[in-house]
């Protein structure tokens, strides 16, 4: 039985010779199945190329080893965030993220692990598709009051919040929203472009120090999740993997992290 873990494992090169041998075989037999898997490889293999110089960067000052032992006196979780959050968010070649569950070739995958970024990117998704279609009121408080907005959501969660500046890539702020969110408040901001298109940034408390990108697809909304210092992120738009991910970049750093 070839589940969906070991698909992954091929995809990424982490199979031995005998299992390996034994996917190549079922996707041999399996020709939907190997058309997706290839369609996957290739997506790795441009998230890496993608990403190479950013890894290739030097290791910034705060993580040499002699700053690190003066920092052993600050909370674990707090320490291995900020490790995480420099380093882990651009080494997308160990994994190209998780899949929403599906049947493919006649494989039932083996349940979809519950990371902290999964529950991030289904409420940011949920809010996506409910507040993108409004007409008369797709933010709660606009961009006009855009101060008073920020400072409103900031107060509620607990953190500052700021809107990125993506007008690079055609997106302008129109305002946004407090939703619930896991055990507390959440917040979206809303973008839009020229021709209408809408783009959504989530934020909420939450567990974990999963600082990778994680991107799910489900139906034609795209999102690329993340967890970093106790909250997480999520932008969420109706776009491709490739047209996606420099705008969660641009987010990412947007927030300072």
Known sequence: MIGEDELQAFIDDRLDGERRAAVEAHLAANPALAQRVAAERRQRDELRAALQAKFDEPVPARLRIANLAAAQRAPRARLWTNIAAAVAIFAVGATTGWFAPQVVGGITPSPVATAPTVG????????????????AHPVEV?????QH??????????????APDLSGFGYRLMGGRLLPGGSGAAAQLMYDDASGRRLTIYVRAADGTETAFRFQKEGDAATFAWIDQGFGFAVTATATREELLPIAEAVYRGFGS
């Open 120 to 135: 991030v990117a289904q409420g940011a998704t949920a809010a996506y598709r409910t507040f993108v279609v409004e007409v």
């Open 142 to 146: 606009g961009v006009q009051q855009e």
């Open 149 to 162: 907005l920020l400072q409103w959501l900031s107060k509620r969660l607990g953190r500052k919040l700021v």
